[in-house]
T-cell receptor
Framework: EDQVTQSPEALRLQEGESSSLNCSYT??????LFWYRQDPGKGPEFLFT???AGEEKEKERLKATLTKKESFLHITAPKPEDSATYLC????????????FGKGTKLSVKP | NAGVTQTPKFQVLKTGQSMTLQCAQD?????MSWYRQDPGMGLRLIHY???????DQGEVPNGYNVSRSTTEDFPLRLLSAAPSQTSVYFC??????????????FGNGTRLTVT
């Protein structure tokens, strides 16, 4: 059974304290690995798509990387406005209907 | 550009009542879908559509119906509400159903409580 597992469930950081969020996935058949950000009371907002091991993408203080077994979302010098729940999803099969979401990591950044 | 619009934002139902959650997108997206999000669980797919007139079941379809008569609209019907359907429901759309090159665009959700 295809699975996507995120860790930790929750992460509390001080402003400026860099860290990483982890997303491990079932290896076989992965066609894309997605990161989304979700603010309270809102729908998820797309951040990145990664397709192959070794790929990296950056956006402001965020950098997503992909290996053969997991993906990391690195947050460099976070600010309070980076506080949110970060979701990853694995795309398997030939349709968007085959996306599998992890349970998310809730990030809190204190000033 | 409104994106994906969901109505209502909040709804309280009694067990056994029926209702329709509305979803509309103005981006001419081919793919539309409904997810539910429960505490401690990831987003779970209820139903999806790869184009007008075409729908299919996701991971948790029981108790829900969908139809897609137009490209823009994808309503979700609860036939006879049960407390287990208390959840936050998200509609999402994407330009392409068959390619992961286009990400999902989500609405802001409908919070449903069934008493």
């Amino acid at each position: 059974e295809d699975q996507v597992t995120q860790s930790p469930e929750a992460l509390r950081l001080q402003e400026g304290e860099s860290s990483s969020l982890n997303c491990s996935y079932t290896v076989s058949g992965l066609r894309g690995l997605f990161w989304y950000r979700q603010d309270p009371g809102k729908g998820p907002e797309f951040l990145f798509t990664l397709y192959s091991a070794g790929e990296e993408k950056e956006k402001e203080r965020l950098k997503a990387t992909l290996t053969k077994k997991e993906s990391f979302l690195h947050i460099t010098a976070p600010k309070p406005e980076d506080s949110a729940t970060y979701l990853c999803a694995g795309g398997y099969g030939g349709s968007q209907g085959n996306l599998i979401f992890g349970k998310g990591t809730k990030l809190s950044v204190k000033p | 550009n409104a994106g994906v619009t969901q109505t209502p934002k909040f709804q309280v139902l009694k067990t056994g009542q029926s209702m329709t959650l509305q979803c509309a997108q103005d981006m001419n997206h081919e793919y539309m879908s409904w997810y539910r999000q429960d505490p401690g669980m990831g987003l779970r797919l209820i139903h999806y559509s790869v184009g007008a007139g075409i729908t299919d079941q996701g991971e948790v379809p029981n108790g829900y119906n969908v139809s897609r008569s137009t490209t823009e609209d994808f309503p979700l019907r609860l036939l006879s509400a049960a407390p287990s359907q208390t959840s936050v429901y998200f509609c999402a759309s994407s330009y392409s159903a068959s390619s992961y090159n286009s990400p999902l665009h989500f609405g802001n959700g409908t919070r449903l409580t069934v008493t």
